[in-house]
């Protein structure tokens, strides 16, 4: 089906371990943005990519690292997970010179 | 640096009847968009209607409208008719025309349906 997935929707995972979270859509929107959501904080960009193989820090990047190869993929790499990171994360995309942004369902992570 | 403020945390409206969530912004700019999103239990953010500051016009779509006062730099988000599926938390939104296609958004409203 065409539009925004992530995978996986929830995960579980240790303290300190390597996690990626995975971001894929259809309508070759050239931006694509990675979110957090936490209680009292809202959503907060961590990272964005205005084409493949250009991306950008955002607002809260620290312990986040992204890459964008192709087009319609855009990962989130949780290096050495932390407690702090248990959060809900979205990825969103929009097309180049559009000014909205639509949102995948989000991925539940809980860091033990 | 632009921000966003939502000041009602939680509100709560009568089946059928009208609610408006407050949203006020801070800008140097003068050409950007306004954006309302909803987020269900679901958990999913789904765009509800966006503005275009150039435009003095309100937006609406269907039962949704806004006030928007650019000058008070308020954007106002007004519901008629709510329906138990208008439950949902609500975010306002700001992205500058000026620069790339980040988004600020406030920290939300929870919007609750009393039937």
């Known amino acids: 089906d065409a539009g925004i997935t992530q995978s996986p929707r929830y995960k579980i995972t240790e303290t300190g371990r390597q996690v990626t979270l995975m971001c894929h859509q259809t309508w070759s929107h050239s931006y694509m943005f990675w979110y957090r959501q936490d209680l009292g904080h809202g959503l907060r960009l961590i990272y964005y990519?205005?084409?493949?193989?250009?991306?950008d820090k955002g607002e809260v990047p620290d312990g986040y690292v992204v890459s964008r190869s192709k087009t319609e993929n855009f990962p989130l790499t949780l290096e050495s997970a932390t407690r702090s990171q248990t959060s809900v994360y979205f990825c969103?995309?929009?097309?180049?010179?559009?000014?909205?942004?639509?949102f995948g369902p989000g991925t539940r992570l809980l860091v033990l | 640096a632009q921000t966003v403020t939502q000041s009602q945390p939680e509100m709560s409206v009568q089946e059928a009847e009208t609610v408006t969530l407050s949203c006020t912004y801070d800008t140097s700019e003068s050409d950007y968009y306004l954006f309302w999103y909803k987020q269900p239990p679901s958990r999913q953010m789904i765009l509800v209607i966006r503005?275009?500051?150039?435009?003095?016009q309100n937006a609406t779509e269907n039962r949704f409208s806004v006030n928007f006062q650019k000058a008070a730099k308020s954007f106002s988000l007004k519901i008629s008719d709510s329906q138990l599926g208008d439950a949902a938390m609500y975010f306002c939104a700001y992205r500058s025309a000026n620069r790339d296609d980040k988004i600020i958004f406030g920290k939300g409203t929870r919007l609750h349906i009393l039937p």
């Open positions: 990519s205005a084409a493949a193989d250009i991306t």
């Open positions: 969103a995309s929009s097309e180049y010179g559009r000014e909205t942004q639509y």
């Open positions: 503005q275009e500051a150039y435009k003095q």
